[in-house]
């Protein structure tokens, strides 16, 4: 099941959590700030996958 946003739609922001409308220069952030804190986090390894990819995981993948 996926969810379409449209354009008068607006989701939060990852970091700060304001609001954000899908024209927004910085989608899915509210500003340049919270995007680089995101990538400072990923950098850090704050964030991590929680395992690797398997290539049969990838050939089987059906999007819908």
Do not use: H, T
Not at 35 to 56: C, F, Q, T
């Amino acid at each position: 099941f996926r969810r379409v946003l449209f354009r008068s739609q607006i989701m939060l922001c990852p970091i700060c959590k304001k609001p954000v409308k899908l024209e927004d220069p910085f989608m899915p952030f509210c500003s340049e700030r919270c995007k680089l804190l995101d990538l400072g986090n990923w950098a850090s390894e704050k964030y991590v996958i929680s395992e690797p990819v398997r290539l049969d995981d990838v050939e089987s993948y059906d999007p819908e």
